[in-house]
T-cell receptor
Framework: DTGVSQNPRHKITKRGQNVTFRCDPI?????LYWYRQTLGQGPEFLTY????????KSRLLSDRFSAERPKGSFSTLEIQRTEQGDSAMYLC???????????FGSGTRLTVV | AQSVTQLGSHVSVSEGALVLLRCNYS??????LFWYVQYPNQGLQLLLK??????LVKGINGFEAEFKKSETSFHLTKPSAHMSDAAEYFC?????????????????FGKGTRLSVIA
């Protein structure tokens, strides 16, 4: 069990640029979640995958955001035309069938300047 | 919709003193409940979880929490605070289906409580 891995750890980008983050979940976990956390707040749910299927999307996930999990293993989260309001920590978590709680990665901190 | 309220955005205790972090949930059916800890620039680490067994749940690092249905609470406690306990703590809830299990419902987090420990 190597844990949930997220890359990059930090990303600074100019407003209007596109960014992509990657999440590698625990290998036997079939459920994968993306959350966003802004300063002083708890994590907010963005989207959820079971295997390769994206089963739920939050209204927070605007059309500039897209997430994929093509082979049911790693996942990517892309933000197009970034805005300053996108600056946040993006957290990925995974869960196995028999688990109740999630295992989180260390997150990717995005700063849009 | 499920929700949690954490009372107190910041709690400060002396080293060796009791830690009490409050969490109340809103749900028509007793949900699954969790406490997570987050250290600066890190992800979240699970401290403990309540699923349906004992109402007093013991977790890592000496923390425990008690599920009280009558008070819709799941407060986190530790008898004696240590400097290394200073961190952000999040209470989270996941909906429990009437038929059992949580299905695919996502975790919903509170806003967090920052714990400071004074030497």
């Amino acid at each position: 069990d190597t844990g949930v891995s997220q890359n990059p750890r930090h990303k600074i980008t100019k407003r209007g640029q596109n960014v992509t983050f990657r999440c590698d979940p625990i290998s036997e976990h079939n459920r994968l979640y993306w959350y966003r956390q802004t300063l002083g707040q708890g994590p907010e749910f963005l989207t959820y995958f079971q295997n390769e299927a994206q089963l739920e999307k939050s209204r927070l996930l605007s059309d500039r955001f897209s997430a994929e999990r093509p082979k049911g293993s790693f996942s990517t989260l892309e933000i197009q035309r970034t805005e300053q309001g996108d600056s946040a920590m993006y957290l990925c978590a995974s869960r196995g069938k028999a688990n109740y709680g999630y295992t989180f990665g260390s997150g990717t901190r995005l700063t849009v300047v | 919709a499920q929700s949690v309220t954490q009372l107190g955005s910041h709690v400060s205790v002396s080293e060796g003193a009791l830690v009490l972090l409050r969490c109340n949930y809103s749900s028509s059916v007793p949900p699954y409940l969790f406490w997570y800890v987050q250290y600066p620039n890190q992800g979240l680490q699970l401290l403990l979880k309540y699923t349906s067994a004992a109402t007093l749940v013991k977790g890592i690092n000496g923390f425990e929490a008690e599920f009280k249905k009558s008070e819709t609470s799941f407060h986190l406690t530790k008898p004696s605070a240590h400097m290394s306990d200073a961190a952000e703590y999040f209470c989270a809830v996941r909906k429990r289906r009437l038929s059992g299990g949580g299905g695919n419902t996502p975790l919903v987090f509170g806003k967090g409580t920052r714990l400071s420990v004074i030497a």
